[in-house]
T-cell receptor, first 112, second 112 residues
Framework: EAQVTQNPRYLITVTGKKLTVTCSQN?????MSWYRQDPGLGLRQIYY???????DKGDVPEGYKVSRKEKRNFPLILESPSPNQTSLYFC???????????FGPGTRLTVT | GESVGLHLPTLSVQEGDNSIINCAYS??????FIWYKQESGKGPQFIID?????DKRQGQRVTVLLNKTVKHLSLQIAATQPGDSAVYFC???????????FGTGTKLQVIP
């Protein structure tokens, strides 16, 4: 089954404790992206990657890091999480562009 | 930059009636538009898209209308069913396939 998986689905952590949210897709997609979704705001892009070893900032990259060492994986790293990063995070992938992205199920992160 | 808004945060519709969900955008150079459906606890799911050289596009029970003059697009769902209950939001592409702005979403509630 073609899908985008994220782990963990739920995470509660404390300020400053480094964490990684994994994202994996099995569709051999080149384009992958991370978004955060907050109440009253639309999805906002954090980072995206056009291919292996190619990443670029989205609209809200501050406080986040990503890496794309393999085509299927695109982890999101929070080196020092803060409460304002409490949000619902989505990973997405598509064949080549931001068009027709397939979204993962989301990771709900709470930073206390 | 692009701003995207929806006219109503919540829409309640009787089962069997037609639903209309609206989206307004600000950038007249926007050239590609997508409607997504997001069910509770899930990631967004592609419904239908339209390019700026079109005014209307139809899918299965869904129609998207684009009015470039007033920078407005709408999603029409025919014979709304309980399974249509979800949050619907538009995505607007401006200046290429990498830059996308998402609307905040309209929650559609179907009354049995």
């Amino acid at each position: 089954e073609a899908q985008v998986t994220q782990n963990p689905r739920y995470l509660i952590t404390v300020t400053g404790k480094k964490l990684t949210v994994t994202c994996s897709q099995n569709m051999n997609h080149e384009y992958m992206s991370w978004y955060r979704q907050d109440p009253g705001l639309g999805l906002r892009q954090i980072y995206y990657s056009m291919n292996v070893e190619v990443t670029d900032k989205g609209d809200v990259p501050e406080g986040y890091k990503v890496s794309r060492k393999e085509k299927r994986n695109f982890p999101l790293i929070l080196e020092s999480p803060s409460p304002n990063q409490t949000s619902l995070y989505f990973c997405a992938s598509s064949a080549a562009t931001a068009y027709e992205q397939y979204f993962g199920p989301g990771t709900r992160l709470t930073v206390t | 930059g692009e701003s995207v808004g929806l006219h109503l945060p919540t829409l309640s519709v009787q089962e069997g009636d037609n639903s209309i969900i609206n989206c307004a955008y600000s950038n007249s150079a926007s050239d590609y538009f997508i409607w997504y459906k997001q069910e509770s606890g899930k990631g967004p799911q592609f419904i239908i898209d339209i390019r700026s050289n079109m005014d209307k596009r139809q899918g299965q029970r869904v129609t998207v209308l684009l009015n470039k003059t007033v920078k407005h697009l709408s999603l029409q769902i025919a014979a709304t069913q309980p399974g249509d209950s979800a949050v619907y939001f538009c995505a607007v592409f401006s200046g290429g396939y990498q830059k996308v702005t998402f609307g905040t979403g309209t929650k559609l509630q179907v009354i049995p």
